[in-house]
């Protein structure tokens, strides 16, 4: 007898023997938990309750149950930016990527997977150039600020004075 192959055709009553079917014994319990970073939460604040609020559209009201003023919001954000734009002018304006580079990781990262996926057709260089040059200056952006974080924390002393912790 030729053995049907396996969830193609099923022979009636086999839904017990394949676990399909109405077998279940045990049902799903929901439980609601606290996310393991709510107690790092320098707030104590429940996190998991603020998300349900925002992610319902519900941005002031989520804002106000943990009394965070809108212009707050707004100078955060505004501070990112600013430090976005800082990291921008600072590192990744002059990062240059050379044309061997490019090669280089279009030959080894790009190519190999992009012919197998072509199914024969021709796989350009130019049809990715652009985005490896991201990856690539992306990447050097990471070490370069690295090494500037590295270093700052080399220059930096902390002092710590006890009278500054008295009552």
Not at 31 to 56: M, S, T, Y
Not at 136 to 159: H, S
Request: proline share 6%; aromatic share 10%; hydrophobic share 40%.
């Amino acid at each position: 007898m030729k053995r049907k192959p396996f969830a193609i055709t099923l022979d009636p009553g086999s839904s017990l023997a394949n676990h399909t079917g109405s077998w279940r014994t045990v049902r799903p319990e929901y439980v609601d938990r606290l996310p393991p970073c709510n107690h790092a939460c320098p707030a104590g604040e429940n996190i998991q309750g603020w998300l349900f609020h925002a992610e319902a559209g519900e941005y002031e009201q989520a804002l106000a149950r943990f009394g965070i003023a809108d212009r707050q919001v707004r100078d955060h954000i505004l501070t990112q930016l600013t430090f976005l734009k800082f990291l921008n002018l600072r590192f990744h304006i002059a990062v240059q990527i050379a044309d061997e580079d490019v090669e280089d990781y279009f030959k080894k990262a790009i190519e190999p997977a992009a012919k197998a996926a072509a199914g024969g057709l021709p796989v350009l260089l130019d049809d990715y150039r652009e985005r490896i040059v991201e990856i690539l200056t992306d990447r050097q952006v990471d070490r370069d600020l690295d090494a500037w974080i590295r270093e700052g924390v080399k220059r930096t002393v902390v002092e710590y004075r006890p009278e500054v912790f008295k009552p």
